[in-house]
């Protein structure tokens, strides 16, 4: 029997409602989650996990901030298994936020996998396996069920096409191989979800690029080509800017230099750039979160390490607004949120 997309069931194992996503043998049951980051957290935690502070000083300090109020980032705890680790992605669901991968001092690749729960405080725990290579400067991508790390950087300077998946509740289950990327590259610029889509725009991959990837997320395959960035591009956000209908792209490096400005994109819609409004200053390296109303910009990492954090709202173009400061200033962290797009 061939079960279309959409289609509902009661699973009397776990007695959940389930819908069913994806296309024939390539399709999965999701769980239909009835609640919200405001139930579980009082709102829409962002969490910034390690990065890089100069000189030398890469960082072990996770921070967190609530995206619907204003104010500044308080301490959460730290990674346990990594360390001091930089340049990781972020991946999660409304309950978990894992730290995936990175370059942990004294710059030693990492394929290490911790976890946080976002309701509470409090350090990393070990998510019990590995991603499937040592590398960092990926892409973040999921949903309520997956996530997805896309492409990176691998001992020797290899950039990588592919993208793994992991489980987010099944700790001790390795990441394993969803499908590669348009071509290898590190530094993805931003990454956007939808329920059902994963974006991944830019990169390095020896020279920076604009095009946009986009996998389906709960099927297996290669990506295709969804559009493209305002410029060429890397940067390294660290998680996942946008609401189930608009990506944001906040910043990043555009050789020979840093820009300002904000860009966003229809997720249900193949398609370029729109404009949507500026930054105060240039900056790349910023942490990168969102809720369904709001896309922040934490920190940066160049031209200067900054602490600053910046919003926009996603429906309304325009630019950015003062949030807040982070507890302490951080370029190239892990990110995630609780209320994303692709939940």
């Known amino acids: 029997m061939t079960i279309k997309p959409g289609a509902f069931r009661f699973n009397t194992d776990s007695l959940k409602l389930e819908v069913f996503?994806?296309?024939?043998?390539?399709?999965?049951?999701?769980?239909?989650?009835?609640?919200?980051?405001l139930t579980q957290t009082g709102g829409t935690r962002a969490v910034l996990m390690g990065g890089y502070y100069p000189v030398?000083?890469?960082?072990?300090?996770?921070?967190?901030?609530?995206?619907?109020?204003?104010g500044n980032g308080l301490l959460f705890g730290e990674l346990t298994?990594?360390?001091?680790?930089?340049?990781?992605?972020?991946?999660?669901?409304?309950?978990?936020?894992?730290?995936?991968?990175?370059?942990?001092?004294?710059?030693v690749y990492t394929a290490d996998m911790e976890f946080i729960t976002m309701a509470s405080t409090g350090n990393a725990v070990d998510f019990g396996a590995d991603l499937t290579d040592l590398k960092y400067g990926m892409g973040s991508g999921g949903n309520s069920t997956r996530g997805l790390i896309a492409g990176g950087n691998t001992p020797g300077g290899t950039k990588i096409a592919q993208i793994d998946y992991v489980t987010i509740q099944s700790t001790g289950v390795a990441a394993q191989d969803f499908g590669d990327l348009t071509q290898g590259k590190e530094y993805i610029a931003v990454s956007m979800c939808s329920p059902t889509r994963s974006l991944f725009g830019g990169g390095n991959t020896g020279s920076r690029q604009d095009e946009i990837d986009c996998v389906t997320t709960s099927t297996l395959g290669n990506a295709a080509d969804f559009g493209d960035l305002r410029h060429d591009m890397s940067d390294h956000k660290g998680g996942i800017t946008s609401n189930s209908?608009?990506?944001?792209?906040m910043g990043g490096f555009a050789a020979p230099a840093n820009v300002s400005t904000i860009e966003y994109f229809t997720?249900?819609?193949?398609?370029?750039?729109?404009?949507?409004?500026?930054?105060?200053a240039i900056r790349s390296q910023a942490g990168g979160a969102s809720n369904a109303i709001r896309c922040v910009s934490m920190g940066a990492g160049s031209p200067a390490y900054s602490n600053d954090i910046q919003y926009v709202t996603i429906a309304?173009?325009?630019d950015s607004k003062e949030f807040g400061d982070l507890y302490a200033p951080r370029g190239y962290a892990a990110c995630h949120s609780n209320g994303h797009g692709g939940l």
């Open 21 to 37: 996503r994806g296309e024939g043998d390539a399709g999965q049951w999701e769980e239909i989650v009835a609640t919200s980051s």
């Open 56 to 70: 030398g000083n890469h960082q072990d300090e996770i921070q967190y901030i609530n995206i619907e109020t204003c």
């Open 81 to 107: 298994v990594s360390d001091e680790n930089h340049v990781n992605t972020g991946v999660g669901d409304r309950t978990r936020a894992i730290s995936c991968g990175g370059s942990k001092s004294p710059g």
């Open 245 to 249: 209908v608009r990506g944001i792209n």
């Open 267 to 280: 997720l249900a819609t193949f398609g370029n750039y729109k404009d949507f409004g500026d930054l105060p």
């Open 316 to 318: 309304t173009a325009g």
